[in-house]
């Protein structure tokens, strides 16, 4: 049953994509070949969403062509104008270095008229709405952030001795995602949000900025346990999964690592080796969202743009799809 209701419900995402903004369409055989920039290497997450839509291109008759733009903004712009000189008319499936389209890459779409794919990093409204057909997909990073703090709160409730000192604060080391990034803040301010209406109070030994990295996640953690060791962490609450693993890598390379119920680390996404995590109880939860529908509602927009089954100027809450998140625990 529970089987059944997920295919309905994945089935029902897209019947409300195709009713919201197209026309019915006829599947032709013709392979048409589809830019994908990336903003970076895809890190695990995006590795996941990469995986289900090169295995979902085929369905469309698509072939993905990737880019990476090593966080460089320079090098994107490079990229997509290179594109743009041999298809203006094809859509583009944009992951943007630069989120506020500062860096000549809206430009350079906005004056070719070129159709585009948002996903992952969403652009301000009023960018979107700058571009004649544009669209987003991606997951609310509140809605991440109001189910992490749900996770530990209903933790919290069933082991309340994790406040080792009882004095009423739960110690927490916060890592965040890129400085100046729309899904760090809030994703942070969201889960503090939920944390305060709880009434649960937070005391934080660090928050520090780790940029979405594992690598550089492991460096601050372990830097701060060699010099302040363990006693009074009492929860790591991360952005995402690859900086909750590092932190992890660190309480187990110092020989600190407890069981997940008595060292809640939390992270978003629910990437493989966090789940693994997560069995192992080595850390308590991540949230997740269906990568596989969100790699269909991508394609499907492509497609029906490059077939001319998209209206132009449609209003913004027609342009953004966003796909639910679902709490991950053992």
Not at 8 to 24: D, E, G, M, R
Not at 211 to 231: F, M, R
Not at 255 to 277: R, S
Not at 312 to 329: D, G, H, N, S, T
Request: some cysteine; aromatic content about 8%.
């Amino acid at each position: 049953m529970k089987f059944l209701a997920k295919f309905i419900q994945k089935a029902l995402a897209l019947i409300l994509i195709s009713c919201a903004v197209f026309t019915v369409y006829a599947q032709d055989s013709a392979i048409e070949t589809v830019s994908v920039f990336y903003y970076d290497k895809p890190d695990q997450m995006l590795s996941i969403l990469n995986d289900k839509l090169q295995k979902s291109a085929s369905y469309f008759d698509f072939k993905l062509q990737a880019f990476e733009a090593q966080k460089q903004s320079a090098r994107q712009l490079a990229q997509v104008r290179a594109h743009l000189e041999q298809d203006k008319k094809s859509v583009v499936i944009l992951n943007p270095v630069d989120q506020g389209g500062t860096d000549g890459v809206m430009h350079a779409l906005r004056r070719s008229q070129t159709p585009v794919v948002f996903f992952n990093r969403r652009p301000p409204n009023s960018l979107l709405n700058t571009l004649p057909i544009a669209f987003y997909v991606g997951a609310s990073p509140q809605e991440a952030g109001r189910l992490q703090a749900e996770i530990l709160i209903e933790h919290l409730e069933v082991h309340p001795w994790l406040d080792k000192n009882q004095d009423g604060k739960l110690s927490v080391i916060l890592l965040k995602g890129e400085f100046d990034n729309e899904d760090t803040d809030l994703r942070t301010v969201s889960f503090l949000g939920k944390m305060r209406s709880s009434n649960l109070k937070l005391e934080f030994l660090l928050v520090k900025n780790a940029d979405w990295s594992e690598t550089k996640a492991y460096e601050i953690v372990k830097n701060y346990l060699e010099a302040h060791g363990d006693k009074e962490v009492e929860a790591v609450v991360s952005n995402n999964d690859s900086m909750a693993l590092g932190a992890m890598k660190a309480f187990k390379e110092l020989g600190l690592i407890k069981k997940g119920p008595d060292l809640p680390i939390l992270g978003i996404d629910g990437v493989q080796d966090m789940q693994e995590a997560i069995k192992k109880e080595e850390c308590l939860g991540t949230v997740i969202c269906d990568y596989e529908q969100m790699a269909q509602t991508i394609l499907e927009l492509a497609f029906k743009i490059n077939h001319k089954q998209v209206k132009a100027k449609l209003p913004l809450k027609e342009r953004i799809f966003l796909i639910p998140y679902k709490k991950y625990q053992a």
